[in-house]
């Protein structure tokens, strides 16, 4: 009885995976019939959708007409007694003028004339984000997925990346000059970076002190060290009291890099925000008249054809939908 219960079983078992085996091969089947029919379909009346095609691009070359090319570039800085997160909402402050089109609050912010501020389409700062945490940033926040309870990822406070868009591809040199003039304007900003100096240069005068000790130790134990070698000659405990001569140079070339690190900084980056990456003049367009040709001639065939479709086949479809 057993056995056979389980015979049956086993044969249920193969009917079914033999029927889901018909059942995905009929539906294969059934989805290569359809695209063969979707593009004989279109195959038979590509007059039409050709028309259609045509129109869509006609009105995207007048959609075109009616709008204002813009131009984009960015910029990569370094902040400089601040973090990037705190340098970077400040700046969006611009963007919030941008978005609601405060002209008179941005050529005040900017130190530009209207006429300029007008051709500024948007600017909008992002940080890096440093996700392996090896103090380098690898990625722009562009989609602003910074989340600080996230404790894997953090901010590189070294570089910040500015985007702008402009509809005059000219304005970048001035606009870069109004955005270090807006930066320059705070004076929590600048003082922070006096501050910031202050501490370097107390740094390089440290480091100065302990390399002159260095080597006035280093002078001393040369010039003792054939007297003391002359007085434990017969010392079976000489090699015990020698001293490891490298230990200063070691000490040494420490400090000496540390010093060129703060005076590179000290030289480099004076204001508080340095360049790394200047705008560049692009000469390309953001939204070129291709682009729009392209993609209304696109949605304009393919609505084209869904009525085409629809029109052809309207008494199959409406006996259809009646079952």
């Keep these: 009885m057993a056995e056979s219960q389980k015979e049956v079983k086993e044969i249920d078992l193969l009917e079914l995976f033999a029927s889901i085996g018909k059942g995905i091969k009929n539906m294969f089947f059934y989805l290569i019939k359809s695209l063969a029919f979707l593009i004989t379909f279109g195959i038979r009346r590509a007059h039409w959708l050709a028309l259609f095609a045509i129109a869509g691009g006609l009105i995207g070359l007048l959609f075109y007409s009616t709008t204002s090319r813009y131009y984009t570039s ?41 006429q300029t501020c007008k051709k500024i389409k948007n600017i909008e700062a992002f940080y890096y984000l440093d996700v392996n945490n090896d103090g380098k940033g690898d990625i722009v926040d562009f989609d602003k997925t910074y ?59 440290m480091s100065e002190l302990e390399i002159a000790k260095l080597d006035s130790l280093q002078n001393v134990d040369y010039f003792k060290s054939d007297l003391d070698l002359k007085s434990k000659q017969q010392s079976s405990l000489m090699f015990l009291s020698e001293k490891d001569k490298q230990m200063f140079y070691k000490d040494k070339i420490t400090l000496i890099r540390q010093k060129q690190s703060y005076q590179k900084e000290l030289e480099m980056a004076t204001a508080p925000l340095t360049v790394i990456k200047d705008f560049a003049a692009l000469t390309l367009e953001e939204n070129p008249k291709s682009g729009y040709i392209i993609k209304f001639g696109f949605w304009f065939g393919l609505i084209g054809y869904v009525l085409l479709l629809l029109m052809f086949y309207k008494a199959h479809i409406s006996a259809f939908l009646r079952y």
């Design 74 to 114: 960015n910029l990569i800085a370094q902040p400089n007694g601040i973090s990037a997160y705190d340098m970077v909402e400040y700046i969006n402050d611009l963007n919030r003028f941008t978005e609601k089109k405060n002209i008179p609050a941005l050529s005040l912010a900017l130190d530009l004339d209207e």
């Design 147 to 205: 989340n600080p309870k996230d404790t894997t990822i953090v901010i590189d406070n070294r570089r910040i990346y500015v985007e702008v868009q402009v509809l005059d591809n000219s304005i970048f040199s001035p606009l870069r000059e109004g955005l270090f003039a807006y930066v320059a304007k705070n004076p929590y900003l600048l003082q922070l970076n006096e501050i910031r100096k202050k501490e370097l240069q107390e740094l390089v005068t």
